[in-house]
């Protein structure tokens, strides 16, 4: 037995209580670059605590199917984590509030080609869930000598379509 997660579309309204939305809507903050460069500026609130700092992965992520059973979340206590789909590909994102150190209902939201996103510093989310191949993403968030991970297995689990 398991609880249905409707998909919907990514919106920087619908997200703000979990994090950003990166993209390139409305009008470029500054053109740059002689005119030829719209620069969309300072788009995410990352945060990589005290004694964190910033840093750039990258993860090749294998494409899931939907109907996607739901059954882990995981948060990061320290730091924030933004996704950059390094493909025109939508990919899915999956967030909860935190109800009492675990995740509440769950919600899930449908990119839209060429946006990312950044989770804010506690977020409880679903893993990297890329639809489409080749799931290549840049991924910055906190490198640190402390724990950075808490994982929580959902029971029951949840299934997530459109």
């Known amino acids: ?58 993860f090749k992520a294998q494409p899931r199917a939907l109907p996607l059973t739901l059954d882990l979340m995981e948060r990061h206590p320290d730091g ?5 789909p390094m493909s025109e590909h939508p990919f899915l994102v999956i967030t909860a509030p935190d109800d009492g150190g675990k995740p509440g209902a769950p919600l899930a939201f449908l990119t839209s080609p060429g946006q990312g996103i950044n989770f804010h510093r506690g977020t409880w989310h679903g893993v990297l869930t890329p639809l489409h191949a080749p799931g290549l993403f840049a991924v910055i968030d906190r490198i640190g000598n402390t724990p950075n991970l808490e994982e929580h297995t959902l029971t029951p689990h949840y299934t997530v379509q459109f």
């Not at 939305?21 to 609130?45: E, M, T, W």
């Not at 924030?80 to 950059?84: E, K, L, N, W």
Request: aromatic content about 8%; proline content about 6%; glycine content about 12%.
């Open 1 to 58: 037995m398991s609880d249905t997660v409707t998909i919907q579309p990514l919106t920087a309204q619908a997200f703000a209580p979990f994090g950003d939305v990166l993209d390139c809507a409305g009008d470029p903050d500054k053109i740059i670059n002689q005119g030829l460069c719209g620069r969309f500026h300072d788009r995410a609130q990352m945060d990589f605590g005290p004694d964190g700092r910033a840093g750039i992965s990258l």
């Open 80 to 84: 924030s984590q933004a996704f950059i």
